[in-house]
């Protein structure tokens, strides 16, 4: 009978990856990535409700005059072309989540892959692997990225492709970092020992182990891949189908000094979204780095 | 000779030291030079030494995680470090180990029954719920019940985690398990009972143990045949009453002086002053002359040959010879 229990009880609770996620939320919190965990929550149940919360649709021309400034109906005012600005900074969010996430988890793919490979097998692998990943890391992401889009045509993969590419270095090296000293601790030596298998080895017992180190600087990631995003836009570098903040900014700056609030909602959610990940980037990158913590 | 589970033959392992941009060798750090020795099915071997000694060194060779410089390692007659594929498996599979700190050695992140489970679940197809009911049986085995099933490893005492590192180990049913200083990280309290459990483990699973060591009080409690070791040379083997009886060589003797005993005399104790030479550079003749209260000119120039004291005790030292000629002659 107890013994069901347990079993039972057992079973419900063996999950294979355990990131320390769920710890982090449960124990110790600290404010930052309290704070951030807010932020992003409220910015991405607002992007996920975008059509309910909306009443004009975002790119329409002329939902009202010209130049409105904000009111009851049009909470941000109106465009040089009439649009409602409010949808489309509702809808820019979306276009920026969605962006940083699928950017990155091109950059965390690329990434971890050569990490592990690189921080696995060493040797000619790593030092090839690892000179690649140099020169990547070298050139200017944002520049970078500037010229893949200008190259390859100005649509919605091609950026969030564009950001991807530039943004996996960084993460190769973390990982690659982790593996070499997670590599040498006695546990992975054990499991060599048992005979498992190296993909074994790399997915279930080093990555699982690297991933709480790599995790707070993929997060710092997407903030910059929504940064770079903007950025992009900002130079009129966008696809002019989807809205983006970084695109309404650069048509704001034109008419900055009769219509202000063109540029300050965009700016706003812009910083609020960026200051909400970074919150929770260095919050977590404080929380796992013992000796960053204040007592 | 042909029973033997294991046999090591002429081991070396030298490990090449490298300075500069192109990794130049400037020299070898000796760890283990020409060991010879075999480990039969249901023995017990123990291989002691001080720190350096390359008794590690030898348990990494034969866990395949270094590749010996020269020398064989014969398993079932066939050299391990030549197997490929389903023979190599199989080798990983007969051949487990247990190391020294059970808690560097679990994977922090997984919970008793993933430490458990994992080596089985590369090697035996089972259902979920028959690998649970497998491994809740190997840690009846080793003495804990299925509370422990989905406790992590930082949860647990350092005996429990002891107990499921060699559950792990047991859990393919090897025949040969390498006890890497198994007790000393350990309370001497859970010493002995992790003693207690390995050797009923053996006696059970009959199983063989490589118990390599630096503490002479288990040795004697659990081993059948002793390997003493310095600086990478055997000194004396035999059987593990032999060398508790009458050891040979004098670096066994002050080893063996060198446990704690209540009941001796003072001044019978012989105290090694020094530290063991550098492996880079080995003494020549006899490894143990530079230290050896009784080395003679001899010692100094040329190696000790074997001398048999018994069928299975030996001793490598100068000083045997002449006792052993003289012994002989009269």
Same mark, same amino acid.
């Given at each position: 009978m107890k013994n069901e229990k347990i079993k039972k009880n057992f079973l419900l609770k063996s999950g294979y990856l355990q990131f320390p996620i769920k710890k982090i939320i449960l124990t110790q919190m600290n404010s930052r990535i309290f704070a951030g965990l807010i932020i992003i929550s409220i910015i991405t149940i607002m992007a996920i409700t975008a059509p309910f919360i909306t009443w004009h649709p975002p790119l329409k021309t002329l939902v009202g005059k010209p130049f409105t400034i904000p009111n009851n109906h049009y909470l941000f005012g109106t465009d040089d072309l009439g649009r409602d600005i409010y949808s489309n900074v509702i809808y820019g969010i979306r276009t920026s989540l969605i962006v940083g996430l699928s950017s990155v988890s091109i950059a965390v793919i690329i990434g971890t892959l050569i990490g592990v490979l690189a921080g696995y097998y060493r040797g000619i692998i790593e030092d090839f692997l690892m000179r690649i990943t140099d020169m990547t890391l070298i050139l200017p992401q944002f520049l970078l990225a500037l010229v893949i889009v200008a190259i390859f045509g100005q649509n919605f993969q091609n950026i969030i492709l564009a950001i991807g590419v530039v943004s996996w270095p960084g993460i190769a090296r973390m990982v690659r970092a982790e593996f070499l000293s997670i590599k040498e601790r006695p546990f992975i030596e054990a499991a060599k020992a048992i005979g498992l298998s190296d993909m074994k080895i790399i997915f279930s017992e080093i990555l699982p182990n690297a991933m709480p180190a790599v995790i707070p600087y993929i997060i710092l990631q997407i903030n910059a891949a929504i940064l770079i995003e903007a950025g992009l836009g900002f130079l009129g570098i966008a696809d002019p189908n989807v809205p983006s903040l970084g695109l309404m900014l650069n048509t704001a700056q034109q008419y900055l000094m009769n219509a202000w609030w063109m540029a300050v909602f965009p700016g706003l959610m812009l910083s609020i979204i960026v200051i909400g990940l970074n919150l929770l980037g260095d919050g977590l990158v404080e929380y796992l780095n013992p000796r960053l913590r204040k007592r | 000779m042909n029973t033997a589970l294991l046999r090591i033959e002429d081991l070396k392992k030298y490990f090449p030291i490298r300075v500069g941009l192109f990794g130049k060798v400037v020299g070898y750090i000796k760890a283990v030079d020409g060991v010879s020795f075999n480990v039969d099915a249901g023995e017990v071997v123990s291989l002691v030494g001080e720190s350096g000694s390359g008794k590690t060194t030898i348990a990494r060779c034969l866990l395949l995680l270094e590749k010996p410089t020269s020398g064989k390692i014969l398993y079932d007659s066939e050299d391990i470090t030549q197997l490929r594929g389903e023979k190599l498996r199989n080798y990983r599979r007969s051949v487990q180990a247990v190391f020294q700190n059970p808690f560097l050695s679990l994977d922090p992140r997984m919970n008793v029954f993933q430490i458990i489970s994992e080596p089985v679940k590369n090697s035996m197809k089972l259902s979920r719920e028959e690998l649970l009911e497998y491994v809740s049986s190997l840690l009846e085995l080793v003495?804990? &019940? *299925?509370?422990? =099933? &989905? *406790?992590?490893?930082?949860? =647990?005492s350092g005996g429990q985690a002891q107990r499921v590192a060699i559950a792990r180990a047991i859990s393919l049913k090897p025949k040969l398990i390498i006890l890497d200083e198994p007790t000393s990280a350990l309370d001497v309290s859970v010493q002995a009972q992790i003693l207690n459990l390995l050797a009923d483990l053996k006696k059970e699973l009959s199983l063989s143990y490589l118990l390599i060591t630096h503490d002479l009080s288990i040795v004697k409690y659990i081993s059948d045949r002793i390997i003493i070791i310095y600086l990478g040379k055997i000194m004396e083997t035999g059987s593990s009453e032999e060398i508790f009886e009458n050891p040979l060589h004098p670096y066994t003797r002050i080893l063996f002086s060198s446990i704690p005993d209540p009941y001796r005399k003072f001044g019978e104790r012989v105290i090694l002053r020094g530290e063991p030479p550098s492996p880079v550079n080995p003494p020549p003749g006899c490894r143990f002359h530079t230290r050896c209260p009784y080395a003679i000119d001899i010692c100094r120039k040329q190696e000790p040959p074997e001398i048999k004291s018994s069928l299975i005790h030996k001793v490598y030292c100068w000083l045997h010879t002449e006792k052993h000629s003289s012994e002989t002659k009269t």
């Open positions: - | 003495g804990l &019940d *299925k509370s422990f =099933l &989905d *406790k992590y490893p930082h949860e =647990l």
